[in-house]
């Protein structure tokens, strides 16, 4: 059974370019939240899809969107990038009915903006 | 809200030594408690989580921690140290009954010392 997925691992990007990464969630989870871990720093929510819709969301500008498809996998995506959005990006999947115990981590996709 | 305090951002130890991280939170609701522990260039993987009942949890790679509601401490300890436990750790905190985000410490390198 394949875990939380991400892609892509690493990229690269300019100030002010868009930036796309993709999460697919653990088999039987439906619930994909996304986290922001700036170097030496912990993982900050960002927001969380269920049902195809945003449930909740932390702290950051509206430069950051986000998109869930009825397969469950879902998309993080950041405008007119800083160089404050240098970070690791984490997804992480709950199962159907599952509380914060089961969230269960990807990889992360680590992105530079030069 | 939830708040995170990792008390200590590095922490040397030699092998087989024990080791104490330490975590205090604040919160105005009950909460669930959970640590994680990064390795280089992965994703976060689950130590041990506290939901409800003893407070003594134990979790994977010989870790266990105590919940302490009155001191809202959640301290982390390992009585013998390898040189693979080093690594970053961090200290996380649910809302109950939340739709599953958390909310993390800074962290705390972890380095075992031969």
């Known amino acids: 059974d394949a875990g939380v997925t991400q892609s892509p691992t690493h990229l690269i990007k300019t100030r002010g370019q868009q930036v796309t990464l993709r999460c697919s969630p653990k088999?039987?989870?439906?619930?994909v939240s996304w986290y922001q871990q700036a170097l030496g720093q912990g993982p900050q929510f960002i927001f969380q899809?269920?049902?195809?819709?945003?449930?909740q969301r932390g702290n950051f500008p509206d430069r950051f969107s986000g998109h869930q498809f009825p397969n469950y996998s879902s998309e993080l995506n950041v405008n007119a990038l800083l160089l404050g959005d240098s970070a690791l990006y984490l997804c992480?999947?709950?199962?159907?009915?599952?509380?914060?115990?089961?969230?269960?981590f990807g990889p992360g996709t680590r992105l530079l903006v030069l | 809200a939830q708040s995170v305090t990792q008390l200590d951002s590095q922490v040397p130890v030699f092998e087989e030594a024990p080791v104490e991280l330490r975590c205090n939170y604040s919160?105005?609701?009950?909460?669930?408690l959970f640590w994680y522990v990064q390795y280089p260039n992965q994703g976060l993987q689950l130590l041990l989580k506290?939901?409800?009942?003893?407070?003594l949890v134990k979790g994977i790679n010989g870790f266990e921690a105590e919940f302490n509601k009155s001191q809202t401490s959640f301290h982390l300890r390992k009585p013998s140290v390898h040189i693979s436990d080093t690594a970053e750790y961090f200290c996380?905190?649910?809302?109950?009954?939340?739709?599953?985000?958390?909310?993390f410490g800074s962290g705390t390198q972890l380095t075992v010392l031969p």
């Open positions: 992480a999947s709950t199962p159907v009915g599952g509380g914060p115990e089961t969230q269960y």
């Open positions: 088999s039987g989870h439906d619930t």
């Open positions: 899809y269920y049902e195809e819709e945003e449930r």
């Open positions: 919160s105005s609701v009950s909460v669930y």
């Open positions: 506290y939901l409800s009942g003893s407070t």
């Open positions: 996380a905190v649910s809302a109950t009954g939340s739709a599953r985000q958390l909310t």
